[in-house]
Nanobody, 118 residues
Framework: VQLMESGGGLVQPGGSLRLSCAASGFPFSRQYMTWFRQAPWKEREGVSCISSSDITTYYSDSVKGRFTISRDNAKNTVYLQMNSLKSEHTAVYYC????????????WGQGTQVTVSS
């Protein structure tokens, strides 16, 4: 099983980034995908989740209206479009997989750093 995040980097406040997570080694199209993040000195928190069928999405209140999660089951990839970024969005972002949102996580990616700074 492999979850490989990419797309992180340094961006100025107000800017945008699109994170990708390429998955392999498990039935991607049948599993929910979740993005988490962990900021310095803070606990890891769930950011957004998408159902296996791409019908249902969930967002934490802190990112609602700014972030959009999507998936391409043909490419075994989940995305997180992040707009209007602020310094408080600085964190390591992880993708993870499980059988439902807010449920147990089966596998984690290694994370990608997002830094929002001028």
């Amino acid at each position: 099983v492999q979850l490989m995040e990419s797309g992180g980097g340094l961006v100025q406040p107000g800017g945008s980034l699109r994170l990708s997570c390429a998955a392999s080694g498990f039935p991607f199209s049948r599993q929910y995908m979740t993005w988490f993040r962990q900021a310095p000195w803070k606990e890891r928190e769930g950011v957004s989740c998408i159902s296996s069928s791409d019908i249902t999405t969930y967002y934490s209140d802190s990112v609602k209206g700014r972030f959009t999660i999507s998936r391409d089951n043909a490419k075994n990839t989940v995305y997180l479009q992040m707009n209007s970024l602020k310094s408080e969005h600085t964190a390591v972002y992880y993708c993870a997989t499980g059988w439902r949102c807010n449920g147990p996580i089966d596998y984690w990616g290694q994370g990608t750093q997002v830094t929002v700074s001028s």
